[in-house]
């Protein structure tokens, strides 16, 4: 974690200091957040969900077979030669084994329900990161991290999550690819120009704020400035009168003359 928060630093760092006039640009997306918003890809999931329940229902059943068959043959075996005996647990082993495999198919590493869900996320993450994308150089962002991801972030402050822009990207392209008449899809891209002047005017005035923001820090850096320059030239000026005052006060001294003593005849 360390190395990743010190990775992540020196990332930032080095256009910083390359491009400090102009300042770096940083966002972030929340992956999580997005996909519990997308519609597609909370009825993909709720499908899946009810194979995978269904899976392991079946699981069960079979476990509890092979189980409850074990439990007769145990209480048999007075009765059954020892061949007929070791041929029952041997059908019982590959019935298990069968089960196990089964349950590895659907619940393994490379089994069903890992196929499904990268299938199911994969179209998501890249209709994601084309937004992402588009976005960043749109707004000229020099980086944009996701939340969900293994960089940690230790803080992050709200302004800088365009998490919701590209959720709303991601809903206009799915309404647009769901629009089968001309008149659903007029409207879907006037809802485009409408949201995206709403941007653009957000976007405007958000610069303006930073602008005005920028101005009066400015302007004060100035003043504090100018009001340091005004006292060290007053400080400047009353050491120069303290030491005319001190060098007029040495000089009298050594202009009053000597009382002569008389002499004595």
Avoid: C, H
Avoid at 188 to 200: F, G, H, L, P
Avoid at 234 to 242: D, L, M, N, Q, T
Wanted: net charge positive.
């Amino acid at each position: 974690m360390k190395l990743k928060v010190l990775f992540l630093l020196a990332l930032i760092s080095i256009p910083v200091l390359v491009n400090a006039q102009r300042g770096v640009r940083i966002g972030y997306i929340d992956t999580e957040y997005i996909l519990q918003n997308v519609p597609e890809y909370a009825e993909a999931t709720s499908q899946l969900e009810s194979k995978v329940k269904k899976w392991k229902s079946e699981i069960e059943t079979k476990l509890n077979q092979v189980k409850q068959k074990r439990s007769e043959l145990n209480n048999e075996k007075a009765l059954l030669t020892k061949e007929l005996i070791e041929e029952r647990e041997e059908d019982l082993f590959y019935e298990e084994k069968e089960v196990l495999d089964y349950q590895q198919k659907r619940f393994g590493p490379n089994g069903d329900l890992m196929i499904q869900k990268k299938q199911l996320m994969q179209p998501i993450q890249d209709q994601i990161f084309q937004a992402v994308q588009d976005l960043a150089k749109a707004k000229k962002y020099d980086f944009v991290f996701d939340k969900s991801a293994d960089v940690v972030m230790l803080y992050s402050a709200e302004r800088f999550d365009m998490s919701e822009q590209i959720l709303r990207t991601i809903k206009r392209a799915s309404k647009r690819n769901q629009a089968k008449s001309k008149s659903e899809k007029k409207n879907a891209e006037k809802e485009d120009v409408i949201v995206e002047v709403n941007e653009q005017t957000d976007a405007a005035k958000a610069r303006k704020e930073k602008a005005l923001s920028d101005r009066e820090k400015r302007k004060k850096e100035l003043a504090e400035r100018k009001k340091k320059i005004l006292e060290e030239r007053e400080k400047a000026k009353k050491e120069r009168e303290k030491a005319r005052d001190k060098k007029e006060e040495k000089d009298k001294k050594e202009e009053i003359p000597n009382e002569e003593t008389p002499n004595d005849n």
